[in-house]
Every structure is written in C-alpha cells, then in structure tokens.
C-alpha cells in the first residue's frame, strides 16, 4: 500500500479515537478500556494470515500460539466486557 | 473472494470498531456498543478463511491446526470471562491485554522469519517496534496481574540503583533495536525479545497499588499500536484502523482516569524512581482504636439525619453489595437520608462501585459522585466507610510525598461521626496509614463487610 495512504489512515484513525472517548464520566472508564481490550484482539486476523503462509514448523508453532493468545483476547475481552455492562441493566431511568 | 470485497468487509468492521468505542462512551448504549465491536471482530476473522493471499491458495493451509488454536483459544477465555468474580475482573482486563500484546509480538517474529531477508527496512523497523511493545505489554500485564490478584506485594517494588537498571535496560532494548534493523537475523530479534520483556517487568514493578490501573490502561494502548504496526507489516488496513483507535482511545482514557485520580501520568509512571522508601509511620506502633459493637452502630444511625454509604475494594471482596442496599432502604424507610459517596477510583478501577452496586439494583440517583457529595459531609451525620481505605485518607491532602498525595479524596473527616467497616487494621492498597482510623469520632467496626453488615441491619430493625 502507498505509505502516502497508510500515514492518511493512521492520523485519521487517532483522531476519531481521540474524539469518541474524550467525553466519558468515570462510572464507564473500566468497561470501556475492556472493550478497547477486546478490540484489539483482531490480531487474530494478523495471526491466522502468518499461521496460513508459515513454512517451517517454527513458524506455525509461534503462530499457533500467536492464534490461541489473540482467541482469548478477542472472546474473553467481549465476553468479560458484556458482564460488566449486564450490571448496568435496570438502571436506566 | 476478490481483494475488493475482502477490503470492503474489513472496512465495515473497522467502521463496527468505532461504533462500539463511540457506544461504549455511553451509558445507554454501552452494552450495544460492545455487541457491535462483537459483531465486527468475528465477521473480521471470518472472512480471513475466504480469502486466499498472495501465493496462498484455499483453503487456508494448515487449517486444522488454525482452528484448532482458536477452539484452544474459546476453550480458555470463555470460561475465564464468564467464571470471573466481580472482584477479579481487572486484573483479567489485564491479562487479556497482555496475551493480546504476546499475540502481537509472536506475528512479528513469524512474518520477520518469514520474509527473511526480503523484508524491506520499513518492514523491519515496524517489527522491531511490535516485538518491542508486544513484550513490555504481555510482562507488564503479568506483572499488573501479579499484583492485582495480590500474588505479589501491591507496594511499589524500588531496588537499589532501580532506576539505572531500568534506564540501562531501556538503552539496550534500543540499542539491539537499532542492531536488527541494521544486521538482521533471529538471533539479535530473540534477544530484542528477551530483554524487551524484562524491561516490561522492571517497568511495571515500581508502580504502586493504587496506580496499577492506569498503567493497565497505558499498557492497553501500547497493545493497540502494536496491532496498527502489525497491520502494516501484514498489509492489512483493518488492523492498522482497529489498533489505531485502541491506541488513540486508550491514551485518552489512561489520561481521563489519571485526571480522576488527581495524578499527571508522568507522575505515576515515574513517580516510584524519585520517591524515597516511605517509612511507614513508624511501623509497629500500638495505637489506641475505638471500635465498637454493631449495636452502637445501629443507634448512631438511628438518631442520625444524614448518611453517606463509602463503599470500597471491601465492600467488592465480601460480596456485601446485596446487604449494603438493604441497609440503605431501611435507613430510608425511617426517614433518613442516605447516599452513596463514590470515589472514582474506589475498588481496584475507575468505575468498579458502580458496577458493583449496580448489580444490587441501587437506584442511580443514590450514587453521588465525588465533586457533589464532598460539600455534603458538613452536614452528615453519619459517614459509613465499607472496606475503602486510600480514597478517604486525608493524608492525600496533608502529607506531602505520601505515595497519594495529590489525589481527591472524598473528605469524611468532617462529617459528625465517621465508622469503618474493616477487616483488619492493614492499610490500603497504596500500603499508607490512615490517620483517620485514630481520629476520636471514628469507631472501627471490626469483621467481614458483609457479616458486619447483617448484624447492623438486624439490630437496627430491632430499635
């Protein structure tokens, strides 16, 4: 990709991160650094696209576990975050 | 699949990203906001099995043991997601994001022996960088884990000649850095692995308890830019826009919660290399308490007008929310009137009182935050402090140097009268005295939260 393009998607992307979180009361600070948690968890695409073009069994064993690691940052990190937002519930006025 | 339709899916779950961070920033929509980052994660790693890379063919190879790994991966974090006690939650947020680091790092060092020597130097740099961060967030998490679970002592860790051993070690990391980039080969990345993990360690070790979650959140936002750096190496937009965001977002919200605290985050992650060993007020010394009955408790709150519920880490392990409640509408039902003082900071995160007392269904107008109940306590009768020590400890205000000083602190010490619920009289995760507790209107309710808790309410329905 053009390095031109990659730099424009990268300064775009801070500042919309910047922008959706900078207004958050502190009541939501811990579920939303968990579902940040989460998100980041899409290294999993990463790991499953080096597990596919690995050569040597070194390769694949590390991406195995790259797989593994990056499963249970995705899941759990959505899964732990949806808890502790069912506790929220019942509570809207 | 085409690469387009494959660019074009990406893109959707990158926009599903800022969905959910923008939902989660909300009350009301916070739970969608999750779903929706849900819905955007799986439908990402979905469409990686349809597409067949450069000089790849599909299926995918080695298939079985790609999904083999993810059932592994679902078999361990399901499980521990849906078990974990409330109390427990943040240090898990903290080993999720760690393992997501580790994940991060070990794709670096696959694609970096993949390419071999046909990697370009952007390529290189971009690794090293991801091996780098990847390794200080995977051992820092342990280490934040380490202390949370309190397997570990939640005082800052300060060794002699600590902060040259750290500074000695940061050069190094970029020192073999520069020496990848340069020469190339596995051996200087291992080692770029090796030390950039024990720099995680010594890193994260002089923090003090009460500071962890912040740098939970830092190291959070590292793991993010990690990703963005994987996603250039891998050619891939959606992980660089998802790791952007994170690392984005997260530096913001490490910021908002070091507000909340009343720390600049360079204090907090500094703080431990300039601070002296505290000597903790005089270690040892046999001070006079009152504490007293749950019955005498019972009466003061009988005759009182106003009270002000502190509930804190305590109230969190003894699983007292359901009990704290109850006390609380009988309160009411005798016509006194009673809110919940909430220090954004109390538990072992921002924000960890209110999910707690959330799940006992207290009414959300009961919760006061910190800026509206402290002007309150001039006229509180009764200020009941529930296993929260650090977030009441005037010392914050008084004692210059103290591990807290610096931070907001809700002030019970000018209410009438003041009880602690305690366990023992340890100190608080920050490891500081709390004068408060030899204050002479202070009465010290010794015992579980909870128990304690049972008893004033039945002696209080029995007045």
Same mark, same amino acid.
């Given at each position: ?93 | 699949?085409?690469?387009? +339709? ?5 893109? @959707? ?21 999750? /779903? ?40 361990? *974090? ?10 427990? &939650? ?15 790092? +070990? ?11 046909? @990697?370009?130097?952007? #390529? ?8 780098? !961060? ?15 679970? #309190? ?10 000649? *600590? ?25 200087? /990345? ?24 912040? !740098? ?10 990690? !990703? ?17 965001? !994170? ?9 908002? &919660? ?13 703080? @431990? ?43 969190? $392990? ?26 954004? $900071? ?6 960890? &009182? ?5 799940? =006992? ?8 935050? &910190? ?9 509180? %009768? ?27 602190? +809700?002030?019970?010490?000018? =209410? ?16 500081? #005295?709390? #004068? ?11 015992? %579980? ?15």
């Amino acid at each position: 990709m053009e390095p031109m393009a990659i730099l424009s998607i990268f300064v775009l992307a801070v500042f919309v991160g910047f922008e959706v979180v900078s207004k958050v009361s502190s009541t939501l600070h811990t579920p939303l650094m968990s579902g940040a948690n989460a998100i980041h968890g899409v290294i999993l695409v990463g790991a499953i696209i080096v597990a596919d073009h690995s050569e040597t069994n070194l390769e694949l064993g590390l991406s195995i576990a790259a797989i593994i690691l990056a499963t249970i940052n995705m899941v759990g990190g959505f899964v732990v975050t949806d808890r502790m937002l069912e506790m929220f519930k019942g509570n809207k006025k | 699949m085409s690469r387009t +339709l494959y660019d074009l899916i990406g893109l @959707a779950a990158g926009v599903a990203f800022i969905l959910a961070l923008k939902g989660l920033s909300h009350p009301k929509t916070a739970r969608r906001g999750n /779903l929706i980052g849900a819905f955007g994660a799986g439908l990402a790693t979905l469409v990686v099995f349809f597409y067949a890379n450069p000089g790849s063919s599909l299926p995918l190879n080695h298939l079985g043991w790609i999904l083999g790994a993810i059932a592994i991966g679902l078999v361990i *974090g399901v499980p521990a997601a849906r078990k974990v006690q409330m109390t427990q &939650m943040p240090q898990l947020v903290a080993l999720f994001n760690g393992v997501g680091g580790g994940a991060a790092a +070990l794709v670096a060092i696959v694609e970096y022996l993949h390419l071999g020597v046909e @990697a370009t130097t952007a #390529e290189v740099i971009f690794t090293v960088f991801t091996v780098i !961060v990847g390794c200080v967030s995977f051992s820092g998490s342990i280490i934040t884990f380490l202390k949370l679970q #309190e397997l570990m002592t939640t005082r800052p860790v300060i060794f002699p000649a *600590g902060r040259f051993i750290i500074a000695a070690t940061l050069v190094s990391v970029i020192g073999v850095g520069g020496w990848v980039v340069n020469a190339l080969g596995t051996s200087p /990345l291992l080692i770029l692995a090796g030390l950039s993990l024990l720099f995680g360690v010594l890193f994260v070790l002089p923090v003090g308890g009460a500071d962890v979650p912040i !740098v939970i959140s830092l190291l959070n936002a590292f793991t993010g830019l990690t !990703v963005a750096a994987s996603g250039y190496v891998l050619d891939s937009t959606l992980l660089i826009i998802a790791g952007t965001l !994170v690392g984005a977002s997260g530096t913001i919200l490490t910021r908002l &919660m070091a507000e909340a605290m009343g720390r600049s985050l360079f204090g907090t992650l500094f703080g @431990a290399f300039t601070a002296k060993p505290q000597d903790v007020a005089a270690a040892g010394e046999e001070r006079p308490v009152r504490s007293g009955s749950p019955d005498d408790v019972a009466i003061l709150l009988n005759y009182a007008r106003r009270v002000v519920i502190v509930p804190g880490f305590g109230l969190a $392990v003894a699983q007292a929310q359901h009990t704290v409640r109850e006390l609380a509408d009988l309160m009411i039902s005798k016509g006194i009137d009673v809110a919940y003082g909430i220090h954004p $900071v109390a538990g072992r995160m921002p924000g960890h &009182m209110n999910v707690l007392l959330a799940e =006992a269904n207290v009414p959300y107008d009961q919760l006061a935050e &910190m800026d509206e109940v402290n002007p309150t306590f001039g006229q509180t %009768d009764v200020a009941i402090v529930i296993g929260a020590n650090d977030v009441v400890n005037p010392a914050a205000q008084t004692t210059p140097g103290c591990p807290i000083y610096g931070m907001p602190i +809700l002030e019970v010490n000018h =209410a009438a009268n003041i009880i602690f619920l305690k366990r023992s009289m340890r100190p608080g995760f920050a490891g500081i #005295e709390n #004068e408060l507790l030899y204050d002479p209107k202070t009465m010290l309710l010794f015992g %579980d939260a909870k128990a304690s808790l049972t008893k004033v309410v039945s002696a209080l329905k029995a007045l």
